[in-house]
């Protein structure tokens, strides 16, 4: 078997990729699906929609290879994590579209969990902070907002997954529910010292254990797949935050990684010690391989990234294409005093304002379109840099270097102020498919396709590194500007 196949599972888009032995990219596949935003603040997807396009892109990529099923060794999947897809157990059907991670719904909610108490048994028991953008809070909307589904879930007819499990359930005709560590510790229902759905959780999200997957590590064979995919089997899982950090080879304690996607997520390998943060970064489980023992990581999440270039595409029309926003932002020296706070789903890590709202200041007669870009671009490595003195001061580690993937990491100006403003090289991967490779090494090692994970690290390589050239006063001053824009976006709506 030469092949392996990565189902990678996105916010925006499904993609295949066939992967050979040497990392190579034989083949890929990609399908953008619907959007759905009912109201402001709500985003759905379409989980019939997601499963079409994912099973219609693996078919794509493995024709476009030139490979038969018998070709593959296994199937890995990484997913968008904390989008929640709730199912009849009987019919397959959904009883609601998706939830998607972005969809800040469920803040009041939250905003009652903290004001009962629960904020420090739920850090202490999930890692987590109490917020909208994870899975549980958004189960107990659907069970309490669909008619009759909290009967249905409590006879046990309904069947609670993030989309790595919807995908499996239907890859399996529905014989198979399980879930991986990595997307389990992204619920609020998973107990991280324990690796358990914990009834404490439960009770507070008051959400029945009988709609739960199993959760197994990240590295085995969860069972085979039928139908287009028939006899192929299923041996990886991991979110896709997770699976970047494994495709990016980050091994070692210490090692980060930080990927450019619809928004920017951080996280650095703390080994097999589950570090509690004291500055609002989550304390996630990063993978689990086969018997071994579970890797633990720190994970700042950042909600609006690319998907504020996509922003100055599609709603301001001020570029046609993504990779127009360099081009425009270059033809100014500077950003001219404007500074962006792209809040438009309230900001994640390290501040969890669900009332922030996307800002603009410091505009002057003399701004243009191209100001404006350019302090959009600044603004995602103000967002990361955030995340990154938080993740220092947690685990105390200076960090040598950060390792990048994702779109936007194509985008040397954006990484060159990255490493100004943080103060350390910033390391572009030679493979821009990190995520997707998380996903497929995992599967490869379940069935020995690899034999251990000195492979992969071989594997690794850089394409370009970006040393910091900005003095610290520079940094500094520019720091206290964005700090000064943070504090005008921050709590908006009352």
Same mark, same amino acid.
């Given at each position: 078997?030469?092949?392996?196949?990565?189902?990678?599972?996105?916010?925006?888009?499904?993609?295949?990729?066939?992967? &050979?032995? &040497?990392?190579?990219?034989?083949?890929?596949?990609?399908?953008?699906?619907?959007?759905?935003?009912?109201? +402001?603040?709500?985003?759905?997807? %379409?989980?019939?929609?997601?499963?079409?396009?994912?099973? $219609?892109?693996?078919?794509?990529?493995?024709?476009?290879?030139?490979?038969?099923?018998?070709?593959?060794?296994?199937?890995?999947?990484?997913?968008?994590?904390?989008?929640?897809?709730?199912?009849?157990?009987?019919?397959?059907? +959904?009883?609601?579209?998706?939830?998607?991670?972005?969809?800040?719904?469920?803040?009041?909610?939250? %905003?009652?969990?903290?004001?009962? /108490?629960?904020?420090?048994?739920?850090?202490?028991? !999930?890692?987590?902070?109490?917020?909208?953008?994870?899975?549980?809070?958004?189960?107990?909307?659907?069970?309490?907002?669909?008619?009759?589904?909290?009967?249905?879930?409590?006879?046990?007819?309904?069947?609670?997954?993030?989309?790595?499990?919807?995908?499996? =359930?239907?890859?399996?005709?529905?014989?198979?529910?399980?879930? &991986?560590?990595?997307?389990?510790?992204?619920?609020?229902?998973?107990?991280?010292?324990?690796?358990?759905?914990?009834?404490?959780?439960? $009770?507070?999200?008051?959400? +029945?254990?009988?709609?739960? @997957?199993?959760?197994?590590?990240? !590295?085995?064979?969860?069972?085979?797949?039928? /139908?287009?995919?028939?006899?192929?089997?299923?041996?990886?899982?991991?979110? %896709?935050?997770?699976?970047?950090?494994?495709?990016?080879?980050?091994?070692? @304690?210490?090692?980060?990684?930080?990927?450019?996607?619809?928004?920017?997520? #951080?996280?650095?390998?703390?080994?097999?010690?589950?570090? @509690?943060?004291?500055?609002?970064?989550?304390?996630?489980?990063?993978?689990?391989?086969?018997?071994?023992?579970?890797?633990?990581?720190?994970? /700042?999440?950042?909600?609006?990234?690319?998907?504020?270039?996509?922003?100055?595409? &599609?709603?301001?029309?001020?570029?046609?294409?993504?990779?127009?926003?360099?081009?425009?932002?270059?033809?100014?020296?500077?950003?001219?005093?404007?500074?962006?706070?792209?809040?438009?789903? $309230?900001?994640?890590?390290?501040? =969890? %304002?669900?009332?922030?709202?996307?800002?603009?200041?410091?505009?002057?007669?003399?701004?243009?379109?191209?100001?404006?870009?350019?302090?959009?671009?600044?603004?995602?490595?103000?967002?990361?840099?955030?995340?990154?003195?938080? #993740?220092?001061?947690? !685990?105390?580690?200076?960090?040598?270097?950060?390792?990048?993937?994702?779109?936007?990491?194509?985008?040397?100006?954006? #990484?060159?102020?990255?490493?100004?403003?943080?103060?350390? +090289?910033?390391?572009?991967?030679?493979?821009?498919?990190?995520?997707?490779?998380?996903?497929?090494?995992?599967?490869?090692?379940?069935?020995?396709?690899?034999?251990?994970?000195?492979?992969?690290?071989?594997?690794?390589? !850089?394409?370009?590194?970006?040393? @910091?050239? #900005?003095?610290?006063?520079?940094?500094?001053?520019?720091?206290?500007?964005?700090?000064?824009?943070?504090?005008?976006?921050?709590?908006?709506?009352?």
């Amino acid at each position: 078997m030469k092949y392996l196949l990565a189902l990678d599972q996105g916010t925006t888009s499904s993609r295949a990729l066939v992967v &050979d032995h &040497d990392g190579k990219v034989v083949a890929v596949a990609q399908k953008e699906f619907t959007q759905i935003f009912p109201q +402001p603040g709500w985003v759905e997807h %379409d989980p019939k929609e997601i499963w079409a396009s994912q099973i $219609g892109v693996a078919a794509d990529a493995l024709s476009h290879a030139g490979a038969s099923i018998k070709d593959v060794a296994a199937i890995g999947i990484t997913n968008q994590r904390e989008t929640t897809v709730v199912w009849d157990r009987k019919t397959g059907e +959904p009883i609601h579209n998706a939830i998607v991670w972005q969809d800040r719904r469920t803040a009041p909610f939250c %905003d009652k969990l903290r004001a009962a /108490g629960h904020a420090k048994v739920i850090q202490e028991k !999930s890692g987590l902070v109490i917020d909208a953008y994870f899975s549980g809070t958004k189960v107990n909307w659907l069970l309490d907002n669909v008619p009759g589904a909290r009967e249905k879930a409590n006879r046990g007819e309904l069947a609670f997954g993030t989309v790595d499990s919807w995908l499996i =359930w239907k890859l399996t005709d529905g014989a198979v529910h399980v879930t &991986d560590e990595s997307n389990a510790s992204r619920t609020l229902f998973l107990n991280l010292h324990t690796k358990q759905w914990d009834d404490e959780l439960l $009770g507070i999200l008051n959400v +029945p254990r009988s709609v739960l @997957p199993e959760v197994h590590s990240s !590295s085995e064979v969860y069972g085979k797949a039928k /139908g287009t995919l028939e006899g192929i089997p299923i041996a990886g899982i991991a979110g %896709d935050q997770q699976s970047a950090l494994f495709g990016q080879a980050c091994m070692k @304690p210490g090692m980060a990684k930080n990927t450019y996607g619809t928004g920017s997520f #951080m996280l650095i390998n703390t080994g097999n010690e589950a570090v @509690p943060s004291k500055n609002n970064l989550l304390t996630t489980i990063a993978w689990r391989v086969g018997q071994e023992k579970t890797v633990y990581a720190l994970e /700042g999440s950042v909600f609006i990234t690319g998907a504020v270039v996509q922003w100055l595409r &599609d709603s301001l029309k001020v570029i046609r294409t993504s990779a127009e926003v360099e081009e425009l932002a270059l033809s100014v020296p500077d950003n001219g005093g404007v500074y962006f706070v792209p809040a438009f789903v $309230g900001l994640g890590a390290p501040h =969890w %304002d669900a009332y922030a709202r996307g800002t603009i200041v410091g505009l002057t007669r003399g701004s243009t379109s191209a100001h404006i870009a350019r302090a959009a671009l600044e603004a995602i490595a103000y967002q990361v840099a955030d995340v990154l003195f938080a #993740m220092e001061a947690d !685990s105390g580690v200076k960090l040598a270097e950060l390792r990048v993937d994702g779109g936007a990491a194509g985008n040397n100006h954006l #990484m060159q102020f990255q490493a100004d403003i943080l103060g350390i +090289p910033v390391v572009r991967t030679a493979n821009p498919e990190a995520t997707a490779f998380g996903s497929v090494y995992l599967a490869g090692l379940a069935v020995g396709f690899y034999k251990s994970t000195d492979e992969i690290v071989a594997q690794w390589a !850089s394409d370009r590194t970006f040393e @910091p050239k #900005m003095s610290a006063d520079q940094r500094q001053k520019l720091q206290a500007e964005w700090n000064k824009a943070l504090g005008r976006a921050k709590g908006w709506l009352s």
